[in-house]
């Protein structure tokens, strides 16, 4: 089992910057991706950003140049710098981690962005 807690959502001004960040509790040695993800009302959820155990990092078209993905020597925190935010971006951001066997969720954190 692998817990995820989130933290660093709220409300921010259109260019402002937020940082998010997911701790990971229990087997964390057999998780092999870390990364975030976000959904809005009605819409299926959708990748954001992942990283490797081995360090190989994935972004959305949309966040590129925008979102930074790292994680702690310990792999059991990573974060998604969110710079130049867009009110589009206004979506509940979910952590997730994948092990060999299954997808583990947080309980996600909304981001808000006010034109």
């Known amino acids: 089992q692998v817990r995820l807690v989130e933290s660093g959502g709220g409300l921010v001004q259109a260019g402002g910057s937020l940082r998010l960040s997911c701790v990971a509790s229990?087997?964390?040695?057999?998780?092999?991706?870390m990364g975030w993800y976000r959904q809005a009302p009605g819409k299926q959820r959708e990748l954001v950003a992942t990283?490797?155990?081995?360090?190989?990092?994935n972004y959305a078209d949309s966040v590129k140049g925008r979102f930074t993905i790292s994680r702690t020597n310990a792999k059991n925190t990573v974060y998604l710098q969110m710079n130049s935010l867009k009110p589009e971006d206004t979506e509940v951001y979910y952590c997730?981690?994948?092990?060999?066997?299954?997808?583990?969720w947080g309980q996600g954190t909304q981001v808000t962005v006010s034109s």
């Open positions: 997730a981690a994948e092990t060999r066997y299954r997808l583990y």
């Open positions: 229990g087997s964390i040695s057999s998780v092999q991706t």
């Open positions: 990283i490797t155990s081995g360090d190989r990092i």
